[in-house]
């Protein structure tokens, strides 16, 4: 088997890559976590998604290309730049909420909320409110963390952030939790109760 070999890009990935490059954009998620998001969310034809972190949309694209027709996706993000762009390639699609906010306090005003799957891919989500987000995966529903594996753009003393929370989820007993070593590090955690 190679897992380098993946087949089913959405047609708009090169169209995103191109634009990452043109405004010098870094930190958008690579192919193998955009392939499981896409796989996941065919799992949930009709389900209910929240990405935090839109960045520039490269995921997104992943996530949009394994959507069901029913299904539900709300991404946020607090840049204004990176919205727009995502808007633009992605505001036609009836299915999405593209949120400009700061995702602490879009979590903060949205607790109560539920999800089949959560992408966490910015600091709220992964780092702080994390109580409130693993509260908002449904029963049965993913939450879905990369970068776990050390990256050349982290800052001084990430890794302590990473290690506490990878400790963290490794301690509650209301989630299966697998962790990867694989991609830029992964960790897929499915709510038991």
């Known amino acids: ?9 959405p047609s708009i990935h090169s169209e995103i890559v191109r634009k990452s490059e043109e405004i010098g954009f870094t930190m958008s998620s690579d ?14 034809p009709k389900g209910s998604f929240l990405e935090l972190g839109t960045g520039i949309g490269l995921s997104l694209a992943w996530m949009v290309d394994g959507m069901g027709e029913e299904a539900r996706l709300t991404t946020v993000d607090n840049d204004p730049e990176l919205i727009e762009i995502a808007k633009h390639y992605f505001g036609n699609d009836n299915r999405l909420d593209i949120v400009c906010e700061d995702g602490a306090k879009w979590i903060k005003a949205h607790k109560n909320l539920e999800f089949d799957l959560i992408f966490a891919d910015a600091w709220p989500g992964k780092y702080s409110e994390i109580d409130d987000v693993l509260r908002m995966v449904k029963i049965g529903g993913f939450y879905i963390i990369d970068d776990m594996r050390a990256q050349p753009n982290w800052p001084e003393g990430h890794e302590n952030h990473v290690n506490r929370l990878v400790d ?4 509650r007993d209301d989630f299966n939790l697998t ?3 694989w991609s830029t590090g992964l960790i897929i955690a499915v709510r038991t109760k």
């Open 179 to 181: 962790k990867m070593n």
């Open 1 to 9: 088997m190679n897992d380098s070999y993946i087949s089913d890009i």
């Open 168 to 171: 963290y989820l490794e301690k």
């Open 31 to 44: 192919l193998y976590i955009g392939t499981l998001l896409k796989t996941l969310m065919a799992s949930k």
